[in-house]
């Protein structure tokens, strides 16, 4: 006796439906590898997510283009004032005002907004990406300049080798050079972090700049509990902290464990000579601490007062 089969037709939307999910499970897969785990000095554990090759590359061709629009714009303009001057030496000083221009435009255009609360260029910005420090701590004016000042051997020197002269011991020098040098310039693509040589020697990272929205939920909910039961703060204890670790702070109130957030209690509480009250549990206390922070910053923006961080000493 023999038995026989007959195999379900299988419709084109179970295929498609398929298709789909082998595309989502592949790109999450791809996401997933640009993810890191930074752990912040007060403890808290951040999913931060590295800029790709090709966003780094985009935003280093904004600021290219934003400081060769610097340049070419301030050379046509001395041209224009120093044109009533003639060919003598006037011009000439003009001339040598404009190449000190464009060696600090050069040399300084990644540092000054680096190193700025922003941490991060125009092109970086356009395309949402910042610079971090690996360690989880603040981004020292050390780590920008040892990697912005790697720059030059990354990306100066190719074209300086490119455009030497080409008889036939320099074609050979130039030749090695450029090997040399692409090497740094091509470093981004063959490391998983994504990183530059100057971000491996500074110890940086370039990330997609997180969205942070402030929990309004929990400053309205430790706003609306009853006067009496209100953890109250001198004004010294709230500004122990400013925005950064305001940020940080939410993000533990939102997904870390209640052994991070016990952590992150003690520290605060140690920071700003807090006595533990009798039933004062850790979450109240943070939502509580939270809740004064975010409204005392809020308070200084109005009066055009900005603290960036707990290192900030600004009034």
Do not use: C
């Not at 720059?151 to 455009?163: D, T, V, Y």
């Not at 090695?176 to 530059?196: A, H, Y």
């Amino acid at each position: 006796m023999t038995s026989t089969t007959t195999a379900q037709p299988v419709s084109q939307s179970s295929i498609d439906a398929a298709r789909r999910r082998r595309a989502r499970m592949a790109e999450e897969q791809r996401q997933s590898k640009m993810m890191r785990t930074l752990v912040t000095p007060e403890g808290a554990a951040l999913r931060l997510k590295l800029a790709t090759a090709s966003e780094r590359a985009g935003a280093f061709a904004i600021d290219v283009a934003i400081q060769w629009a610097i340049v070419i714009g301030s050379l046509l303009g001395l041209s224009y004032i120093s044109a009533p001057l003639g060919f003598g030496s006037g011009r000439n000083i003009a001339f040598a005002f404009w190449l000190v221009f464009f060696f600090f435009v050069r040399n300084f255009y990644y540092i000054f907004f680096e190193i700025g609360t922003k941490a991060a260029t125009p092109g970086k910005r356009a395309l949402g990406l910042r610079v971090a420090s690996r360690d989880g701590g603040r981004l020292t004016a050390n780590a920008v300049l040892a990697r912005n000042f790697i720059r030059e051997i990354e990306i100066g020197l190719p074209f300086q080798f490119a455009l030497m002269s080409q008889d036939q011991v320099t074609a050979w020098m130039a030749l090695l050079g450029l090997i040399w040098s692409g090497i740094f310039l091509l470093f981004p693509i063959f490391n998983k972090d994504k990183m530059r040589v100057g971000d491996l020697i500074a110890g940086t990272w370039v990330i997609r700049n997180p969205k942070v929205t402030l929990m309004g939920d929990i400053s309205h909910a430790a706003a609306s509990k009853p006067a009496e039961t209100r953890i109250a703060f001198s004004a010294k204890q709230v500004d122990a902290y400013g925005i950064h670790e305001l940020h940080v702070l939410e993000d533990v109130l939102r997904q870390s464990t209640p052994e991070i957030k016990a952590q992150v209690a003690e520290r605060i509480r140690a920071k700003i000579g807090w006595k533990q009250e009798t039933g004062e549990t850790d979450i109240a206390f943070l939502e509580a601490y939270y809740a004064a922070l975010r409204q005392r910053l809020e308070q200084r923006m109005l009066l055009g007062q900005k603290k960036i961080d707990k290192y900030d000493t600004r009034p």
